[in-house]
C-alpha cells in the first residue's frame, strides 16, 4: 500500500560533472526496515543518497523520489530535511567556532520549527552521548575539530540522534570505526530502529552488518540495482565479491 511506503523511488536517473550515475533506479523503503545497499566503488551508492537528499551537485533528469507518499524530487534539501530525512556524511567537515551543542541546537530549531529549552535539550544530549559512550565534553568542542574519524563519524549517530529523522541514510558510517566502537554505533541504530524509523546503509562491513541485520541487501552495479537479498547475501559478497553479481547480469 501507498501509505506504508515511506521511501519510493521510480526510474530515477541522475547526473554529476556531465556523466549520468543512476540509470533507471527503482527502490521502496518501508517504515522500519534497514537496507542495506552495496557495490563497487563508482556504482552509484552515494549518489543515491546525495540524490535523496537533495544536494544541488546531483541532477535528477528523470524519474520521481516520493517521501511519505509526497513527491519530493524538486524539493530543496532543507524542505526534505524539515520532512524527516537525514543524510550522514562520508567524510564530516571540521567547522572551528561552531561546538557540537550549538550546531544541534541550531539544527534541532531548523528542522522543527520550534524553540530549544536549553536544560531540557543538555539534559536529551548527555543521555545520547552516554549511548555512543562520548565524554560529555565533546558537545562543548568546535564541531569535529581535532576528532579522530571514529570521533566524526560517532558524531554523525548523535545528529541522527537528536534530529529524529523517519529515514536515516549513513553514507559508510562504519568507516575508521575500531570494533568497539561499531558495536556502540550498530546499537544505538538497532534502538533506533525500533521507533519505526528507516536506514538506507552503505556499508562494506560485515560486523555492522552482523550487528544490525538488515531487512534487504541491495547490490548496486552501473547505476542499477541488479539484486536484491536478504543478509545472508551480503555475507557472501564480503567473502566473495561482486564478480558473481556482475557477472549474472551481463555487466
Known amino acids: 500500500m501507498l501509505d506504508r511506503e515511506l521511501l519510493n523511488i521510480k526510474k530515477l536517473h541522475v ?8 540509470k533507471g533506479l527503482n527502490l521502496t523503503v518501508k517504515p522500519g526496515e534497514i537496507h ?8 552509484g551508492k552515494s549518489t543515491l543518497m546525495n ?16 517521501f511519505k507518499g509526497e513527491n519530493i524530487t524538486e524539493l530543496k534539501t532543507d524542505e526534505r ?18 561546538t557540537v551543542e550549538g550546531m544541534l541546537k541550531g539544527a534541532r530549531f531548523a528542522s522543527t520549527g520550534k524553540p530549544v529549552r536549553t536544560l531540557l535539550f543538555r539534559k536529551e544530549m548527555k ?6 559512550e562520548f565524554d560529555p ?30 529515514l536515516a541514510m549513513l553514507d559508510e558510517i562504519d568507516s575508521g570505526l575500531d570494533v568497539d566502537a561499531v558495536r556502540i554505533v550498530s546499537n544505538c541504530i538497532n534502538q533506533f530502529r525500533k521507533e519505526e524509523k528507516s536506514f538506507l546503509i552503505i556499508t562494506h562491513n560485515s560486523k555492522m552488518l552482523e550487528y544490525i541485520k538488515p531487512d534487504y541487501v541491495h547490490i548496486l ?14 555475507k557472501e559478497i564480503i567473502d566473495n565479491g561482486f564478480t558473481v553479481y556482475k557477472e549474472a547480469v551481463n555487466l
Open 15 to 22: 547526473m554529476t560533472e556531465n556523466r549520468e550515475i543512476l
Open 36 to 43: 542495506a545497499i552495496m557495490g563497487p566503488n563508482g556504482a
Open 51 to 66: 540524490a535523496i537528499m537533495g544536494h544541488p551537485k546531483y541532477n535528477i533528469t528523470d524519474g520521481k523520489i516520493f
Open 81 to 98: 530535511a524539515k520532512r524527516g530525512i537525514f543524510l550522514s556524511f562520508q567524510t564530516p567537515e571540521e567547522v572551528p567556532g561552531i
Open 127 to 132: 543521555e545520547k552521548l552516554d549511548l555512543l
Open 137 to 166: 565534553s565533546y558537545a562543548e568542542r568546535y564541531l569535529n575539530v581535532g576528532f579522530s574519524g571514529g570521533e566524526k563519524k560517532k558524531n554523525e549517530i548523535l545528529q541522527m540522534m537528536i534530529l529524529n529523522p523517519k
Open 221 to 234: 552495479f552501473d547505476g542499477r540495482i541488479v539484486k536484491t537479498g536478504n543478509a545472508s547475501m551480503a
